[in-house]
C-alpha cells in the first residue's frame, strides 16, 4: 500500500514570497490532516478536512494560508504572503474516515529566508 | 497551544537498556496514542490507548494511562540502536481525530 504523498520536500522562499504545498493521502482515506511542525515541537494542527469538506480548521491562519482539498482526493496548502515565523516542516496526515490512526506523509520543509 | 507536557525531554540510554517517557495532558480524552519520528522524517502511530482501558502493550512497548492523573506512560523494552528517534503523544478528546500533541522526547540508544 503505498503511503502519503507530499511534495515538494523542501522549500526556500523568501519573506513575502507564495508558496504551495501538494498531498496525496492513502487511497481510500476520507480524513486527511495538514499540521505545521516548528523546529523542537509536536506538530500542530492547522486543517482537517473530511472528504472534500473542512471539519476544523480553527487553527489555521486564515489571513495568509489557505488549503482546499478538490474532489475529496488530493489536497493543496498555500501560504501567501510568507512571513519569516512559517519556517517549519508541513506535514499531511490521513486516516479511514474518522479513524483514530493517522498515517503522515514525509513532510515539506519550509525555509522563509 | 500543546495540550501534552513529555517527560523527559531527551533520554539517551544503552542499548538492551528500557526507556521509559512520561505524558502528562490537560483536560479529558476519548484516546491518547504514541507515535515516533525518526529525523527528517514523517510520525509513525505506535499504539492507542482508549480512555477507559489502563495498559495496553504492542511487542516491546508498553502504554499506561492513568486517567485520574491526566497522564500516561511509554515503555520500550530491550531498546535497540534503531528505537533512536522522537516519540510524541496525542490526545484526542473528541474521538473526532483532532489530535493535539506534546512537545516530544528525544531518545537516543547507544550502540
Known amino acids: 500500500e503505498a503511503g502519503v504523498a507530499q511534495s515538494p520536500r523542501y522549500k526556500i522562499i523568501e519573506k513575502r514570497q507564495s508558496v504551495a504545498f501538494w498531498c496525496n493521502p492513502i487511497?481510500?482515506?476520507?480524513?486527511l490532516y495538514w499540521y505545521q511542525q516548528i523546529l523542537g515541537q509536536g506538530p500542530k494542527l492547522l486543517i482537517q478536512?473530511?472528504?472534500?469538506?473542512?471539519?476544523?480548521d480553527s487553527q489555521l491562519p486564515k489571513d495568509r494560508f489557505s488549503a482546499e482539498r478538490l474532489k475529496g482526493v488530493d489536497s493543496t496548502l498555500k501560504i501567501q504572503p510568507a512571513k519569516l515565523e512559517d519556517s517549519a516542516v508541513y506535514l499531511c496526515?490521513?486516516?479511514?474516515?474518522?479513524?483514530?490512526?493517522?498515517?503522515f506523509g514525509p513532510g515539506t520543509r519550509l525555509t522563509v529566508l | 497551544s500543546q495540550q501534552g507536557e513529555e517527560d523527559p525531554q531527551a533520554l539517551s540510554i544503552q542499548e538492551g537498556e528500557n526507556a521509559t517517557m512520561n505524558c502528562s495532558y490537560k483536560?479529558?480524552?476519548?484516546?491518547l496514542q504514541w507515535y515516533r519520528q525518526n529525523s527528517g522524517r514523517g510520525l509513525v502511530h505506535l499504539i492507542l490507548?482508549?480512555?477507559?482501558?489502563r495498559e495496553k502493550h504492542s511487542g516491546r512497548l508498553r502504554v499506561t494511562l492513568d486517567t485520574s492523573k491526566k497522564s500516561s506512560s511509554l515503555l520500550i523494552t530491550a531498546s535497540r540502536a534503531a528505537d533512536t528517534a522522537s516519540y510524541f503523544c496525542?490526545?484526542?478528546?473528541?474521538?473526532?481525530?483532532?489530535?493535539?500533541f506534546g512537545q516530544g522526547t528525544t531518545l537516543q540508544v547507544k550502540p
Open positions: 496526515a490521513s486516516s479511514l474516515d474518522l479513524t483514530p490512526e493517522q498515517f
Open positions: 487511497s481510500g482515506h476520507a480524513t
Open positions: 478536512f473530511q472528504n472534500n469538506g473542512v471539519v476544523d
Open positions: 483536560t479529558s480524552i476519548n484516546n
Open positions: 490507548i482508549r480512555s477507559n482501558e
Open positions: 496525542a490526545t484526542d478528546a473528541s474521538n473526532t481525530g483532532k489530535l493535539i
